[in-house]
């Protein structure tokens, strides 16, 4: 009835949605999301021809593994975009569900391991009235039986937005902007570090090194896509 009544249309592809409370995407562009069409480095960046990042030839990565659903681009920017901007939650259901479905992204996720999802700084929480990483963690959480830490990891200096700014600003602009809060979430335990998506790392890595100084025992990324 919602399609007769409320014709609605895939933001991805532009064709009717016959089940429209599952949506925003239709069927198709759900199951045909881009995958990465070559294996990442360990720690879920894009590897060089050598099989390993530039970051983990030099040992600098702060992930001991990481993983990612697929390439940023086609229907899965189409379906992040929809969360993140267009306020359009259940769409961390369908990415957590398709991401538990790759192999390396589910291998993250062992027992015991505990989820803590990219935090906002409390301003900006307030502005998009959620965290879209929180929402992919719990989803995932449910999946998988693994706790979820969202007050672990606090975001405490409102920094620019990381669009635009190049590897080396985007590190500039959030070293020292993440803390831990709850230590005795994190000592030694597995961190699986949730976020939407993967681009430089330069976030992802300042989270990664205020949960090892607070005493984690390892540190993972997981995100539904990344930036090749």
Sequence with gaps: MLAVVFPQ???A???SLDRPSRGPLCGTCWLSLPRHPRPACLCGAAASPAGCCGRCRRGLSAFAAGASLGPYEGALRTAIHELKYGGQRRVAARLAEAALGEAAVSALVEPGAVLVP???HPRRRRQRGFNQSELLAREI???T???????ALVRRADTPAQTGLSAAARRANVKGAFA???RARVAGRVIVLVDDVHTTGATAQACARALREAGAADVRLLTMARVS
């Design 9 to 11: 249309t895939c933001p």
């Design 13 to 15: 592809c532009d064709r």
């Design 118 to 120: 990219v935090p906002l």
């Design 141 to 143: 959480g449910r999946r």
């Design 145 to 151: 039986g693994a706790t979820v830490a969202p007050a």
């Design 180 to 182: 831990v809060r709850q």
